[in-house]
Nanobody, 125 residues
Framework: QVHLVESGGGLVQAGGSLRLSCAAS????????MYWFRQAPGKEREFVAR????????YYSDSVKGRFTISRDNAKNTVYLQMNSLKPEDTAVYYC??????????????????WGQGTQVTVSS
């Protein structure tokens, strides 16, 4: 079992920044690949970013590439999402997630087995 708790969401003006955190407990943190997803009102949950076990490999959706940075601190069992140059279309509930088994190239919400409760990010124009 993996327990995930996100924090750091809030209201920010367009062009601003936020840093989300996701604290994990359960299995050894360094043993799993970590993901961030988001879900805007009326839309499906979508992939945002992924980071490898050691943190050396990252991958982003096209919509956030160059603006968001995913990182992790295995000593603190925490993954982060630094969000810069925020846009109103980034408004969503942001979730961290973990798959039981990492599948290369899989970025579907259906591939995840554990989810946090989510944290709301609202970007005003």
């Amino acid at each position: 079992q993996v327990h995930l708790v996100e924090s750091g969401g809030g209201l920010v003006q367009a062009g601003g920044s936020l840093r989300l955190s996701c604290a994990a407990s359960g299995r050894p943190f360094k043993s799993y690949v970590m993901y961030w997803f988001r879900q805007a009102p009326g839309k499906e949950r979508e992939f945002v970013a992924r980071i490898s076990w050691g943190g050396s490999s990252t991958y982003y959706s096209d919509s956030v590439k160059g603006r968001f940075t995913i990182s992790r601190d295995n000593a603190k069992n925490t993954v982060y999402l630094q969000m810069n140059s925020l846009k109103p279309e980034d408004t969503a509930v942001y979730y961290c997630a973990v798959p039981e088994q990492y599948i290369t190239g899989s970025y579907s919400p259906g591939s995840m087995n554990y989810w946090g409760q989510g944290t709301q990010v609202t970007v005003s124009s």
